[in-house]
């Protein structure tokens, strides 16, 4: 595995690109950008952050998918396909999202979990 980046450069609502291959059945694979959901706290003292895969695929259809164009023409987070990663599985950082679609993609991920 690779060395993770430094935590102090990986924060909430950032967008990176994330190697999520090997996956198993119908999870999202290769690699791909996602953006970051884990409070920055936790992405200081942890191994690992909690990730939302982003598409181009799909289209926007709330809550299961959110759309993100801060990321990219026609980018979409794949709400229900939130995963915890190794902090070694972040390649590179793309950018940020809005905070209009980081509180979008809170309401979908209240919605989806029933919080």
């Known amino acids: 595995m690779s060395t993770p980046p430094p935590a102090k450069d990986i924060r909430r609502g950032d967008v990176w690109w994330v190697a999520l291959d090997p996956s198993v059945g119908s999870e999202i694979r290769k ?31 709330p809550p299961v998918t959110i759309g993100a ?21 972040l390649v590179r950082r793309h950018g940020r999202l809005a905070s209009a679609e980081m509180q979008a993609i809170d309401a979908a991920m209240r919605a989806i979990l029933a919080l």
């Open 69 to 89: 164009a801060s990321a990219g023409e026609g980018a979409v987070a794949v709400c229900d396909q939130v995963r915890a990663v190794d902090k070694t599985r």
């Open 31 to 61: 690699t791909r950008p996602a953006v970051v959901l884990t409070a920055d706290p936790l992405n200081r003292a942890r191994h690992t952050v909690v990730i939302i895969p982003l598409s181009t695929k799909p289209k926007s259809r």
